[in-house]
């Protein structure tokens, strides 16, 4: 008989909790109407390093595939340019060395898209025209919004120099024109 209304008590507990733990789960899938997507959109404003004309404007924005990368970039003199992402998101010095070396969170080799062998921050170059303004475009899948590869406040600089591709861990790409914050679009 013990044995019966402790099966009974518990069964109801189990029923009661049943009931308290639905609405709750409800409601928690109603506060979150894109459920991990997170963001979307990040952009980064670049303003010029000392004694530097270089600015310009970067989005990042989710698709299919990875993030697709969106430049437009100007004052720059005809021809590439390395264009990083970089590990701090501090343009405070007045050469751009606050935002630190190439992003980088997989401890990988400097190198170039498409490679996937490469530091996460490794975009390539730019490719300025006659008139000093360059266009970038760019669906690249290793960089993300979400975990070790978000590049959520990390910085991007524009180099004086084209990125070699070879180089360690810089690219050869020299000085620091332009540095800006990424940070998500709202
Ligand atoms: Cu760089
Ligand atoms: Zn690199």
Known sequence: MKAIITLLIFSMLLISFKTVAQPNNKKSSMATPAPSNGTQKATCILNPTKGNNVSGTITFT???EGIKVVAD???LTPGKHGFHIHDKGDCSAPDGSSAGGHFNPAGMEHN????MMRHAGDLGNLEAKADGKAHY???DLLISFEGTNSIIGKSIIVHEKADDFVTQPTGNSGGRLACGVIDISK
């Open 62 to 64: 989710k698709v299919k």
């Open 112 to 115: 170039g898209p498409p490679d």
């Open 137 to 139: 475009e760019y669906v």
């Open 73 to 75: 970039i100007q004052g």
